[in-house]
């Protein structure tokens, strides 16, 4: 294999680990946050124990780890309103169903 096969082959794992890690953590946020919209676009924090909190500093460890990874990757946003913080979700590939 030739060092420009490597380094392409080397891309594409390399994507396609985003691609696994990135999945991983939606999954994680949407198991251990809820809902707030139709479109599962805007998630409520909740603490280790599933009840509701007001700031990411309060959520469970897991949702603040996901936060933190999408966050850096661009795929999440952290917003405040009058009740507290929530996470909004800039993509997301298809409506989730109830």
Do not use: Y
């Not at 490597?6 to 809902?35: T, W």
């Not at 909190?53 to 795929?75: F, K, M, N, Y």
């Not at 309103?81 to 979700?89: I, K, N, S, T, Y």
Request: charged share 30%; proline share 3%.
């Amino acid at each position: 294999m030739t060092r420009n096969a490597c380094i392409c082959r080397d891309h594409r794992l390399l994507e396609r680990a985003f691609e696994i890690a990135d999945g991983a953590m939606m999954e994680l946020l949407q198991s251990h946050a809820v809902r707030c919209d139709e479109f599962g676009r805007l998630w409520g924090l909740v603490d280790a124990n599933g009840v509701e909190v007001a700031t990411l500093a309060e959520a469970d460890p897991a949702v603040i780890e996901a936060v933190g990874w999408l966050q850096e990757r661009e795929l999440c946003e952290v917003i405040k309103d009058p009740h507290g913080e929530a996470v909004v979700l800039l993509e997301v590939d298809e409506p989730m169903v109830s």
